[in-house]
């Protein structure tokens, strides 16, 4: 698998202004209605709520990402896709194989934790 190039150089506030935050997976639901095969993600964001997401992460079964932590992106403006309002944007790599992996933190921490 080739390496993107690198993008061109921001400025440190460019980072800033991003929300990136930690929450726990509370529900999964099928999305059939995407144009590529995603689920429906319900993110608890402690104190912040719960917050859903369109998310390509189906070689995941739902049970598996049932409580795992994952990152996300908690300030993009709400996506209309397919119908369905995607509020935050789960961060993710591509592996090997081409499946996107979820980031999440080596150790458990509480959710809604600003990632810095």
């Known amino acids: 698998?080739?390496?993107?190039?690198?993008?061109p150089?921001?400025?440190?506030?460019?980072f800033l202004n991003l929300d990136i935050r930690?929450?726990?997976v509370a529900e999964v639901q099928p999305f059939p209605k995407a144009r590529n095969p995603s689920y429906k993600v319900a993110v608890d964001l402690g104190e912040l709520g719960v917050k859903w997401s369109s998310a390509q992460i189906t070689h995941y079964a739902?049970?598996?990402?049932?409580?795992?932590?994952?990152?996300?992106v908690c300030?993009?403006?709400?996506?209309?896709?397919a119908g369905f309002l995607s509020e935050v944007l789960i961060l993710g790599a591509r592996?090997?194989?081409?499946?996107v992996i979820v980031l999440t933190p080596w150790s458990a921490v509480p959710p809604g934790?600003?990632?810095y």
């Open 1 to 7: 698998m080739a390496v993107a190039p690198l993008k």
């Open 9 to 14: 150089q921001a400025e440190v506030a460019n």
């Open 22 to 24: 930690v929450g726990r």
């Open 62 to 72: 739902p049970d598996d990402l049932v409580g795992a932590q994952v990152v996300c």
């Open 75 to 81: 300030n993009f403006p709400p996506r209309n896709i």
């Open 95 to 99: 592996n090997a194989e081409g499946n």
């Open 113 to 115: 934790e600003t990632v």
